[in-house]
């Protein structure tokens, strides 16, 4: 491939990047239990379908990237 074709491509591919990074917002929450709204540290919340996640803190908090169209999953081992 000649440099001149390889530069097109390569702006391309960064243009793309770029315009993903865009239609990302920070998601942001806090984990309660809906009884006693005690906050919960150590839950597992996911982005669905996408190895994607995080682990809230000890005060319940979690931040994470997202799409406007992704679905979160929360799971917390020998929760009930």
Known sequence: MHCCLKLPFVFALLFLVVVSGFSQKTTRGIVVDSISLKVLAGVHV????????TVTNSTGVFTL???PADTLTLSFVGYN
């Open 65 to 67: 990237y997202t799409h």
């Open 46 to 53: 996911r982005v669905k379908n996408s190895d994607r996640g």
